[in-house]
């Protein structure tokens, strides 16, 4: 016995030894991988779910066209420069979103979902209604009949083709080159609109030129195949670009889950979780030690080996951390000693009725087996039903992130207290210290 | 020894009166939810001079925000709930602060629509209920060799609804008083607490399905005190233990977790006791078919304390 004992603690020792390499440094990974994966609230980025209005697509096809949609939003997202954007579909016509790590404004965001990027507007009449109002006037969108249909003129019509310029004053011009349907669109509309001014704009608001003005140019010509945007800054023309030719949505999406956390505030979190992490383990070690004693200083050693073997499995499998999964590994601290516990209370029955330190540790260990078992069971069949809930639903991440988390959590606890906790224990059955029962916390005027 | 499954009449008593606040607290503020079971729309914004909470209502009242509920947390940031924006919405809302009290830093935004708010409120309402019965379940099955194996389960599911009823009863409070909300940490919670609380009744039972199996006594509510007592000290430390950790969590993280570190708190305070007092208890109650006893001992419990 003595023998094989020895041979599990040198095991326990390597297994330890690989854990803490595995682990550190906590941000960079083995083999080339990346560090410990950091879920959206703590690394910051956006989460967002989009849904495609599907109602005008023939059935049998809207499969095709929501990776149709897939391929322009990620076309679209390649020039933000997001490292490890997720795009995914989600039951039959949503979209899920992920760019994990950055923080883009809300008109690049808006620019994601949009169909048409750009809108072209005339000035309406005085009983006419609206689609925009600005300080030029009041304007409703230019359209044209085409193919015995009267449509609007966007930027949908455009070639995927469009690029940034300088005219000879040195001014930066977008140029872009119109589609067949799109020609004969402007064709008409800018026939009809000579010395009238046509407006731009994204979404609600007008285009914005370098001066903060609305861009709306004066039509001089009819213009058929090609045209050019002036007046704006060099940045907002090369992004505009990009997203012009990443393609047109086929369907128009609604974002019906959205949510951004500024990358900063992420840092902060994952400062206090590690602080709230070092402070329970230190208040759990303290308690250990001065009710258990010398039973729970070994506790404690078996402690530093489950979190080091916890955060290597989070590595290692790679569990995404967020906010509630760093809740959920702190809180499995607090109950990682519990099998411990159950099985020192034990130990400490068997003491009292006067058994040698050997014998009560066997004692215990197999009296405290059945309880930590069924006990632990209930606890997994919550993390089960947890992340049954988490995958069923968009926001996800914090209750799935729990539930792994527990269920990792408790799963090593009970490991550490019936293999590691009792080797550690074994190496004193013999030594002179194991007649001392008063170090393993026995009264002796109990009761 | 202590007995205490002696004084079982008076923990119903205990139970019942708190249990009864929280249901009358449910029944008078309801309960407060949060965007994603009741849609709309979280910012958290920061602003670099200093803007007060009236100044910050009256803007956006004027602004056509009336409906909006604002809170303060501890570092000066303002967490505003309004209804479902647009993006464009948005954009609008945040210029118009700018102007008014100068630059803002968007820290957080989370915006739910409705069919996503219906959809995670049922998923939620199922889990829960899923949950309580594959617990119930499990533990007749775990102790399927024991007289009577379903009281167990059934007592353990009683004890895990009267901690679930505690901590809504005091979310009902805290949402009156504080504004919160039950959102889905607090549900993650609620059923971390279940995990927690079932987990030490079991242990609970575990010991008296051991002393029963060893003869300690015939008189199963002589067993069930053995088994308590037995058990009284591990229950206490884990709670102990968990308990630190928890309050670590409330202390250090804060305001987003803040929810959840609560539920925990109040569910494992009320788990201990009802896996304690509550659930080994009623399995006597239950044994020895006493209810109507209970319902004598109340008016008599009453002339005792007023005559002492």
């Given at each position: 016995m003595p023998r094989r004992n020895t041979l599990v603690f040198i095991l326990i020792l390597i297994i330890f030894a690989l854990a803490v390499s595995v682990v550190l440094p906590i941000d960079e990974g083995i083999l080339g991988e990346k560090g410990m994966r950091m879920g959206l609230d703590l690394q910051g980025g956006i989460h967002m779910v989009y849904q495609a209005d599907l109602s005008r697509i023939e059935p049998g096809e809207e499969a095709s066209v929501i990776e149709g949609v897939m391929l322009v939003i990620s076309n679209r997202i390649?020039?933000?420069?997001?490292t490890e954007p997720v795009i995914q579909k989600q039951g039959q016509d949503r979209i899920l979103v992920e760019l994990p790590g950055i923080d883009i404004t809300d008109k690049e965001k808006e620019r994601l979902s949009r169909v048409a990027i750009l809108e072209f507007g005339e000035l309406a009449a005085d009983e006419e209604e609206a689609k925009w109002e600005n300080e030029l006037g009041r304007w409703k969108p230019a359209m044209a009949v085409v193919d015995g249909r009267e449509k609007e003129l966007t930027?949908?019509?455009?070639?995927?083709?469009t690029y940034v310029s300088q005219d000879n004053l040195g001014r930066i011009i977008l140029a872009f080159e119109w589609d067949e349907e799109g020609s004969r669109l402007s064709e008409a509309i800018t026939g009809r609109l000579i010395n009238q001014p046509l407006g731009i704009f994204e979404g609600d608001a007008p285009l914005l030129g370098d001066d903060d003005l609305p861009i709306a140019p004066i039509i001089r010509s009819v213009i058929t195949d090609r045209g050019q945007i002036e007046g704006l800054s060099y940045d907002e023309a090369s992004s505009l670009s990009k997203q012009l030719n990443a393609g047109r949505l086929p369907v128009s999406l609604e974002i019906i889950y959205d949510q951004t956390v500024s990358p900063l505030l992420g840092t902060d979190f994952i400062e206090m979780s590690v602080k709230a992490g070092l402070i329970g383990i230190i208040l759990v070690m303290l308690f250990m030690v001065i009710y258990y004693r010398l039973s729970g200083v070994l506790a404690c050693l078996a402690l530093i080996f489950y979190g080091s073997l916890v955060l290597a499995i989070f590595k290692l499998v790679p569990v995404t951390l967020t906010l509630a999964g760093l809740g959920g590994f702190v809180l499995s601290i607090g109950m990682a000693v519990d099998a411990n516990v159950l099985i020192f209370e034990r130990m400490k029955e068997e003491l009292r009725t006067g058994r040698t330190l050997g014998a009560a540790i066997e004692a215990g260990f197999n009296r405290a087996w059945t309880a930590i078992r069924d006990s632990n069971v209930t606890t997994f069949i919550v993390c089960g039903i947890l992340y049954w809930l988490g995958s069923s639903i968009v926001a996800s991440a914090p209750v799935m992130g729990f539930a792994l988390t527990l269920f990792i959590g408790v799963a090593v606890s009970m490991f550490t207290a019936i293999v590691v906790t009792r080797t550690f224990l074994r190496l004193?059955?013999?030594?002179?210290?194991?007649?001392?029962?008063s170090l393993f916390s026995v009264y002796s005027g109990g009761k | 020894m202590f007995d205490i499954v002696g004084k079982r009449f008076w923990f119903f008593l205990i139970s019942g009166a708190v249990i009864l606040i929280g249901i009358i607290s449910l029944a008078v503020f309801g309960l407060k939810t949060g965007i994603e079971f009741s849609s709309g729309s979280l910012m958290t914004v920061s602003f670099e001079q200093e803007v007060s909470q009236d100044e910050l209502r009256q803007e956006l009242a004027s602004l056509g925000y009336t409906n909006v509920i604002i809170q303060r947390t501890g570092q000066g940031d303002f967490f505003v709930r309004t209804q479902e924006l647009s993006p464009e919405d948005k954009t609008e809302l945040e210029t118009a602060l700018a102007a008014r009290f100068g630059t803002l830093e968007e820290r957080e935004f989370n915006s739910v629509s409705p069919m996503i708010a219906t959809e995670t409120a049922n998923n939620a309402a199922i889990a829960v209920a899923v949950a309580a019965i594959g617990i119930l379940l499990y533990i007749t099955w775990a102790f399927?060799?024991?007289?009577?194996p379903f009281h167990y389960g059934a007592c353990a599911i009683i004890a895990l609804i009267h901690d679930a009823l505690i901590a809504l009863g005091v979310f009902a409070i805290l949402g009156a008083v504080f504004g919160w909300e039950i959102n889905l940490m607090f549900i993650t919670g609620i059923l971390a607490v279940i995990g927690y609380s079932v987990n030490n009744t079991v242990v609970v039972f575990d010991r008296i399905r051991e002393n029963l199996a060893r003869g300690v006594s015939s008189n199963f509510e002589v067993v069930v005190n053995n088994s308590l007592v037995g058990t009284l000290g591990r229950s206490l430390n884990t709670s102990l233990t968990t308990l630190f950790v928890v309050v670590a969590l409330l202390l250090f993280v804060g305001m987003t977790i803040q929810n959840f570190a609560v539920v925990l708190l109040v569910g494992i305070v009320a788990g201990t006791f009802s896996s304690l007092c509550i659930a080994p208890t009623l399995l006597v109650v239950w044994e020895k078919r006493e209810w109507g006893r209970f319902i004598q001992w109340l008016p008599l419990s009453a002339l005792k304390t007023r005559g002492e």
């Open positions: 390649n020039p933000l420069g997001v930027s949908a019509y455009f070639k995927e083709n004193f059955v013999g030594s002179r210290l194991a007649r001392k029962t | 399927r060799r024991m007289p009577r």
